[in-house]
Structures are given as C-alpha cells and as structure tokens.
Nanobody, 117 residues
Framework: QVQLVESGGGWGQPGGCLTLTCAASGSISSIYIPVMAWYRQAPGKQRERVAN???????NSADSVKGRFTISRDNAKNTVTLPMNSLNPEATAVYYCNIVHYRSNYWGQGTQVTVSS
C-alpha cells in the first residue's frame, strides 16, 4: 500500500532551523496525491494542521507559522518538506506527515521536534 517515512526531527534552538522531510513510497502514483500536509500535536493540545500543499503548488499555512515555515513538494520524488525557520518553543510537538492518495488519508509515524535553549 502506501508508507510515509519522516525525517529531520530533533532538537532545535530558539531562532534556529530544522527541516522535516516526508517520503511516500509503495503502491503510489503522484498524480493521485492531490494534497500533502504536515500536522503537529503538542502536549495537552489537539492535533492541528501546520501547512498543506496542493498538487498545483498552492499552499496553506497556519497563522502561527506563516513567514517562518514554508511547505514544498517534489512530485517526482513523492516527498514533502517543511523547512522551519525562526523556531520558537511553541513549535515543540510531534509532527505528522499526511497525504491524500486515491481519496484516502495516510499518516506517518510522527517525528518529535523540541525547541529549547
């Protein structure tokens, strides 16, 4: 079926940067991935959408990350990335990759991002 593998998480300093990458593999065709997205869930909070990107390149970002996190995708590689700049402690969360493929949702296992000094 479809598998999502996330990488790039870890520890970051306030004001620093991290880049998350998600690679989709398996029985997948990029032309049937209309949406790729990143979500996050901080301790004690609901999961929220950080950003998504449509197949035509249009993006949507949460207000809390606009101007700092910029989502992008590479359809040839079936990857979606999230460069995170100007990190702050509020970015601490488990980040999840999500794609829509053949009208079905698939999720990565989650990767921890911790921002602290």
């Amino acid at each position: 079926q479809v598998q999502l593998v996330e990488s790039g998480g870890g520890w970051g300093q306030p004001g620093g940067c991290l880049t998350l990458t998600c690679a989709a593999s398996g029985s997948i065709s990029s032309i049937y991935i209309p949406v790729m997205a990143w979500y996050r869930q901080a301790p004690g909070k609901q999961r929220e959408r950080v950003a998504n990107i449509i197949n035509d390149g249009r993006t949507n970002s949460a207000d809390s990350v606009k101007g700092r996190f910029t989502i992008s995708r590479d359809n040839a590689k079936n990857t979606v990335t999230l460069p995170m700049n100007s990190l702050n402690p509020e970015a601490t969360a488990v980040y999840y990759c999500n794609i829509v493929h053949y009208r079905s949702n698939y999720w990565g296992q989650g990767t921890q991002v911790t921002v602290s000094s």
